[in-house]
C-alpha cells in the first residue's frame, strides 16, 4: 500500500519560512519522479517544484528563489524549503509521487498572514 504523509504545515507571517516534509511508503521512493503542488481556494491545482530522474528539478515561476525542493533517498522523504513567504502562497500544499502512476498526499495547510 502506498502511503505519502506529508508534515510541517502552519501559519506564518509574511517573509517567513517553513520546511514541509512527505515521508513516503510503498513506492521505490529512490526512482520515482516527485513533486509538490498546491491549491489555493476557488483555484486549480498547481505544480510548486519537482524533481524529475532524481537530480533534475523544476520550480514554478512564482516560487523560483524562494522555495527549494530535495529529497532524501535514505529516509524515502521529500522536503520543500519555503523562504520570503507571501500571503499568496496561501494553500493546501500536496505530495507527489510518480511511480508508474500518480500517488497524492492528504495535503497540508500553509497559511501567510500580512
Known amino acids: 500500500q502506498v502511503q505519502l504523509v506529508e508534515s510541517g504545515g502552519g501559519l506564518v507571517q509574511a517573509g517567513g519560512s517553513l520546511t514541509l516534509s512527505c515521508a513516503t511508503s510503498g513506492i521505490v521512493f529512490s526512482i520515482s519522479d516527485m513533486g509538490w503542488y498546491r491549491q489555493a481556494p476557488g483555484k486549480q491545482r498547481e505544480l510548486v517544484a519537482s524533481i524529475i530522474g532524481g537530480s533534475v528539478m523544476h520550480y514554478a515561476e512564482t516560487v523560483k528563489g524562494r522555495f527549494t525542493i530535495s529529497r532524501d533517498n535514505t529516509k524515502n522523504t521529500v522536503y520543500l524549503q519555503m523562504n520570503n513567504l507571501k500571503p499568496e502562497d496561501t494553500a493546501v500544499y500536496y505530495c507527489?509521487?510518480?511511480?508508474?502512476?500518480?500517488?497524492w498526499g492528504q495535503g497540508t495547510q500553509v497559511t501567510v498572514s500580512s
Open positions: 507527489n509521487a510518480f511511480s508508474k502512476k500518480d500517488y
